[in-house]
Nanobody, 124 residues
Framework: VQLQASGGGLVQAGESLRLSCAAS????????MAWFRQAPGKEREFVAS????????YYAGSVKGRFAIIRDNAKITVYLQMNSLKPEDTAVYYC??????????????????WGQGTQVTVSS
């Protein structure tokens, strides 16, 4: 299983960024996909997840209305569209894959495969 995240960078507050996560080595359409992030000195936290068809998406309260998780089963890729970025969004962002039960859809425990992370830095 491989999850290759990309698209991070340095942006100013208010700008947008789109992260990509290319997946391989498993049947993508059978797995839920998620994004988590980890800021320096903090625990890794949930950002967004999408179930198999992509119809149901879940978001952390801090990003709801600004971020969107988009999965393309044909391209075997999941995206995180981030708008109206804030300095507190600065973190390493990780994509993850798993087969969580519904109570785990926003939990690290629901996802067993992880990518290497991509740095997002938002300046004020």
């Amino acid at each position: 299983v491989q999850l290759q995240a990309s698209g991070g960078g340095l942006v100013q507050a208010g700008e947008s960024l789109r992260l990509s996560c290319a997946a391989s080595g498993f049947t993508f359409r059978n797995y839920a996909m998620a994004w988590f992030r980890q800021a320096p000195g903090k625990e890794r936290e949930f950002v967004a997840s999408a179930r198999y068809s992509g119809d149901n998406a879940y978001y952390a309260g801090s990003v709801k209305g600004r971020f969107a998780i988009i999965r393309d089963n044909a391209k075997i890729t999941v995206y995180l569209q981030m708008n109206s970025l804030k300095p507190e969004d600065t973190a390493v962002y990780y994509c993850a894959a798993g087969r969580p039960i519904i109570s785990q859809i926003m939990e690290r425990s629901g996802f067993g495969y992880w990518g290497q992370g991509t740095q997002v830095t938002v300046s004020s």
